[in-house]
């Protein structure tokens, strides 16, 4: 995402850059600097509800990490966006369409079976 706007830059999103990200690591540094935070969403498995919730918020704007239990995937990134923009319409559906295009986390909940 070079052509990103960073209007959300902070010395901890500096700090990462600076250590080196992966690609994925990468991405999500670059929404947060872009809209004040990023959604990462974990889908549901055999062994649990997905879940959903927000990273840099705190860094960005002073709020508190937001976390969605056994929502549809869409509602979840829907709300979390919404609790995280200050209400503002335009600024959701902007957000909505570039973090729905994230690929979704699939954890593997096999091993808490196996050994718990």
Do not use: H
Request: hydrophobic share 35%; charged share 20%.
């Amino acid at each position: 995402m070079p052509n990103a706007s960073r209007e959300f830059e902070t010395a901890r999103t500096r700090q990462f850059r600076a250590a080196g990200l992966n690609k994925e690591n990468d991405r999500t540094i670059c929404l947060i600097e872009e809209f004040g935070c990023s959604v990462i969403q974990v889908k549901k498995t055999e062994y649990g509800l997905g879940w959903s919730y927000t990273v840099g918020a705190y860094d960005t704007a002073g709020k508190p990490k937001i976390i969605t239990f056994g929502l549809p995937e869409k509602t979840a990134l829907f709300a979390l966006n919404d609790a995280t923009s200050g209400c503002d319409p335009a600024s959701i559906s902007r957000r909505v369409g570039i973090a729905t295009s994230l690929e979704m986390s699939n954890a593997s909940f096999g091993w808490l079976i196996q050994n718990g």
